[in-house]
């Protein structure tokens, strides 16, 4: 009785010690399962902030374009306007020459102003 006694001792150690082995190995595997998990956290967190910084200067660069088109659209549409102003200003002066010959043809009218009959 006494061997069993020491062979149910020696075995009741062997449980304990694959218990615990068991134990160990779990909790090595959480703590590793954890230290991925926070791993991924970070990554992915990381890669949001850079997506949102490079969406954030990705708009920006879009609406510095836009600025600069406007900025551009408005010179352009500024010039056609000092054209057109030109043009119109040429053909009155045109059509005041034009009129000043007919007067002076017509002896309607001299350089000082008075007017002939």
């Not at 149910?8 to 150690?13: F, N, P, R």
């Not at 056609?80 to 040429?90: L, R």
Request: hydrophobic residues 30%.
């Amino acid at each position: 009785m006494e061997k069993t006694n020491q062979t149910v001792g020696q075995l009741g150690d062997k449980a304990r010690e694959g218990k615990d082995k068991a134990y160990e190995t779990a909790e090595a595997a959480k703590e590793k399962t954890s230290s991925a998990a926070q791993s991924a956290k970070e990554k992915a967190s990381q890669t949001a902030e850079a997506a949102k910084e490079k969406t954030s200067e990705t708009a920006q660069a879009a609406r510095g374009k836009s600025e600069a088109g406007k900025v551009e659209t408005g010179g352009i549409i500024q010039k056609t306007g000092d054209q057109v102003k030109s043009m119109a200003q040429g053909a009155q002066n045109m059509a005041q020459g034009a009129l000043d010959a007919v007067k002076h043809t017509a002896g309607i009218g001299t350089e000082d102003g008075n007017a002939k009959k």
